[in-house]
Antibody, heavy 128, light 106 residues
Framework: QVQLVQSGVEVKKPGASVKVSCKAS????????ISWVRQAPGQGLEWMGWVSTYNHNRYYVQKFEGRLTMTTDTSTSTAYLELRSLRSDDTAVYFC?????????????????????WGQGTMVTVSS | DIQMTQSPSSLSASVGDRLTITCRASQSIITYLNWYQQKPGEAPKLLIY???SLQSGVPSRFSGSGSGTDFTLTISSLQPEDFATYYCQQSYSTPYSFGQGTKVEI
């Protein structure tokens, strides 16, 4: 079954770090990139960045620079998001999402900004 | 950064209605526009990519159109399972950004 399964609920204190995992199955993990998107309670979607699963290139949204690290482990088909120096406004559901690939002229081409497979989400609560 | 604005923010509709949601970008994004559906407690689901291409497995009652800065998502005949929140998202340039969402309610 093609799926992304994320790690469970996290409760952290301000200033702490959190590491969320996203395990892929049912497809070739190294052929796709992974993006991370978060959603604060009752709010909309916020894209945080992406990481390539084959060359480890990555892009982080500037507001997270210095606090955010996205990594992948191709041996376990798992992507990770680590967010440091947590604040109360980091309280959100964090989703991993697979970068969409389409076939153009017989070649798989990534559409970096579109996401066709999502994890179930990981709730991270930051509270003292 | 590109700002995405959806309208309306919410709407009430009935089964069988034809529905149109609008999304406007703060600058031209050509056709690098995606639409997602999200139900409460679930992850978003890709419906439309490149403004008008239907994702595999998505019912044909969903359609998208537009280019440049103005885009629409249309549901030709609303079904009970379509009551959800819909988000547009630009994939023209990083940081990729979402609209604020349109909640479709009964």
């Amino acid at each position: 079954q093609v799926q992304l399964v994320q790690s469970g609920v996290e409760v952290k204190k301000p200033g702490a770090s959190v590491k969320v995992s996203c395990k892929a199955s049912g497809y070739s993990f190294s052929s796709y990139g992974i993006s991370w998107v978060r959603q604060a309670p009752g709010q909309g979607l916020e894209w945080m960045g992406w990481v390539s699963t084959y060359n480890h290139n990555r892009y982080y949204v500037q507001k997270f620079e210095g606090r955010l690290t996205m990594t992948t482990d191709t041996s376990t088909s798992t992507a990770y998001l680590e967010l440091r120096s947590l604040r109360s406004d980091d309280t959100a559901v964090y989703f991993c999402a697979r970068v969409f690939l389409i076939i153009i002229g017989g070649v798989l081409v990534p559409k970096w900004g579109a996401f066709d497979l999502w994890g179930q989400g990981t709730m991270v609560t930051v509270s003292s | 950064d590109i700002q995405m604005t959806q309208s309306p923010s919410s709407l009430s509709a009935s089964v069988g209605d034809r529905l149109t949601i609008t999304c406007r970008a703060s600058q031209s994004i050509i056709t690098y526009l995606n639409w997602y559906q999200q139900k409460p407690g679930e992850a978003p689901k890709l419906l439309i990519y490149d403004a008008s291409s239907l994702q595999s497995g998505v019912p044909s009652r969903f359609s998208g159109s537009g280019s440049g800065t103005d885009f629409t998502l249309t549901i030709s005949s609303l079904q009970p399972e379509d009551f959800a929140t819909y988000y547009c998202q630009q994939s023209y340039s990083t940081p990729y950004s979402f609209g604020q969402g349109t909640k479709v309610e009964i």
